[in-house]
């Protein structure tokens, strides 16, 4: 198991990540682009010490500020796959996977089988014997993935492991090294930007913004209660602060923006969050007369397909996505610039 506690400073940035992953489990850090996923990462593999906090792994412990110990990189039973592949330049592609190997001083004949295996696995079987400077980005990814699984490490690093394979070729890799990380229990923290990377891949997700762990949990979780506008974001769903006050009939009203006041069920009083799933959004191109209590207008902002469904962002105020057949866009001809009434009901909120 391993248990990630730790607070790092570079210059103004600062980082305060707390993680839990057990053996054979994936966990995925997801954030916006500086939130600190990879410094996490490079916390975790000893190549950036943290100021203060500890990380254990199982009976070890890698890194603990009271204890003043810090267990050097190469001793931690970790390996990385860096977004950046970072291989060898004056190694081949079977070198750079034997290289870890040839360190711990596993036998050469277990070497080559394992580097074949390997290069089998990530299905770069034909590139043994390349330069690193003659591959593509995704043939040196998929090396880089080799290289890392070659010693057999208990936590294994994944920083944007597929980024750079061409869209087809992710899937099948992707559940290849979830079943091995399985069957191996190895321990996987996977860094990527990717909504559907990390639920196809991950067993349970941690967002972080601007350095800080702010939610954590399985992604049913995160999809049915985002804590965040960046986690309700890649929940896709609409996600409003504001400020609520009872009404009558068993309703309350919630300031948004300090100019918006929405319906929403219940007596709910001081600082709230709101949260409505597109598909409860009803798009016309007129005002409509429903029991819907809540009902905004503005111009699209942009359409784009998902599924089998439209996303189509409005600019009201507040901003809202809706989701919508295909066909119901075509009837309404929906399109970037079209003013458009958004009505939805006060029970498909919900507050928290």
Same mark, same amino acid.
Request: hydrophobic share 45%; charged share 20%; aromatic share 4%.
């Given at each position: 198991?391993?248990?990630?506690?730790?607070?790092?400073?570079?210059?103004?940035?600062? &980082? $305060? @990540?707390?993680?839990?992953?057990?053996?054979?489990?994936?966990?995925?850090?997801?954030?916006?682009?500086?939130?600190?996923?990879?410094?996490?990462?490079?916390?975790?593999?000893?190549?950036?010490?943290?100021? =203060?906090?500890?990380?254990?792994?199982?009976?070890?412990?890698?890194?603990?500020?009271?204890?003043?110990?810090?267990?050097?990189?190469?001793? %931690?039973?970790?390996?990385?796959?860096?977004?950046?592949?970072?291989?060898?330049?004056?190694?081949?592609?079977?070198?750079?996977?034997?290289?870890?190997?040839?360190?711990?001083?596993?036998?050469?004949?277990?070497?080559?089988?394992?580097?074949?295996?390997?290069?089998?696995?990530?299905?770069?079987?034909?590139?043994? !014997?390349? =330069?690193?400077?003659?591959?593509?980005?995704? +043939?040196?990814?998929?090396?880089?993935?080799?290289?890392?699984?070659?010693?057999?490490?208990?936590?294994? &690093?994944?920083?944007?492991?597929?980024?750079?394979?061409?869209?087809?070729?992710?899937?099948?890799?992707?559940?290849? &090294?979830? %079943?091995?990380?399985?069957? +191996?229990?190895?321990? $996987?923290?996977?860094?990527?930007?990717?909504?559907?990377?990390?639920?196809?891949?991950?067993? %349970?997700?941690?967002?972080?913004? /601007?350095?800080?762990?702010?939610?954590?949990?399985?992604?049913? +979780?995160?999809?049915?209660?985002?804590?965040?506008?960046?986690?309700?974001?890649?929940?896709? @769903? /609409?996600?409003?602060?504001? @400020?609520?006050?009872?009404?009558?009939? =068993?309703?309350?009203?919630?300031?948004? !923006?300090?100019?918006?006041?929405?319906?929403?069920?219940?007596?709910?009083?001081?600082?709230?969050?709101?949260?409505?799933?597109?598909?409860?959004?009803?798009?016309?191109?007129?005002?409509?007369?429903?029991?819907?209590?809540?009902?905004?207008?503005?111009?699209?902002?942009?359409?784009?397909?998902?599924?089998?469904?439209?996303?189509?962002?409005?600019?009201?105020?507040?901003?809202?996505?809706?989701?919508?057949?295909?066909? $119901?866009?075509?009837?309404?001809? &929906?399109?970037?610039?079209?003013?458009?009434?958004?009505?939805?009901?006060?029970?498909?909120?919900? @507050?928290?």
């Amino acid at each position: 198991m391993l248990l990630c506690d730790v607070a790092l400073e570079l210059g103004r940035f600062r &980082l $305060a @990540v707390s993680l839990l992953a057990k053996p054979g489990e994936i966990v995925a850090l997801l954030g916006p682009t500086g939130a600190g996923k990879t410094s996490a990462l490079r916390c975790i593999a000893g190549l950036a010490r943290p100021a =203060g906090g500890a990380i254990l792994f199982n009976d070890r412990t890698w890194f603990d500020s009271k204890k003043r110990r810090f267990v050097p990189p190469h001793k %931690r039973d970790c390996t990385m796959v860096f977004a950046h592949r970072a291989l060898f330049g004056n190694l081949d592609v079977s070198e750079n996977v034997a290289f870890g190997m040839r360190a711990i001083g596993v036998p050469e004949a277990v070497i080559r089988r394992r580097v074949a295996e390997l290069l089998d696995f990530v299905g770069a079987g034909a590139l043994a !014997d390349r =330069g690193t400077s003659l591959l593509s980005n995704g +043939e040196a990814q998929r090396i880089a993935i080799a290289r890392a699984l070659a010693v057999e490490s208990g936590v294994l &690093l994944l920083d944007e492991p597929l980024s750079s394979l061409d869209v087809g070729a992710r899937p099948p890799l992707r559940a290849a &090294l979830r %079943r091995r990380i399985g069957a +191996e229990s190895t321990t $996987a923290i996977l860094v990527t930007h990717e909504p559907a990377e990390a639920l196809a891949f991950a067993d %349970r997700l941690v967002i972080m913004e /601007n350095g800080a762990t702010v939610q954590e949990g399985t992604p049913a +979780e995160l999809l049915a209660s985002p804590a965040s506008v960046y986690a309700a974001a890649f929940a896709g @769903v /609409n996600y409003y602060r504001g @400020v609520a006050h009872p009404s009558d009939g =068993g309703t309350s009203t919630v300031l948004v !923006d300090g100019e918006t006041s929405l319906t929403v069920l219940g007596g709910w009083s001081g600082p709230v969050t709101v949260t409505i799933d597109p598909s409860a959004v009803m798009l016309s191109l007129s005002a409509v007369r429903s029991s819907a209590r809540n009902h905004l207008q503005g111009r699209i902002e942009h359409v784009e397909l998902e599924g089998d469904s439209l996303r189509v962002a409005v600019a009201s105020r507040p901003r809202i996505i809706a989701r919508v057949s295909a066909q $119901a866009a075509s009837e309404l001809g &929906l399109a970037a610039g079209a003013e458009v009434f958004a009505t939805f009901k006060a029970a498909e909120l919900k @507050v928290s």
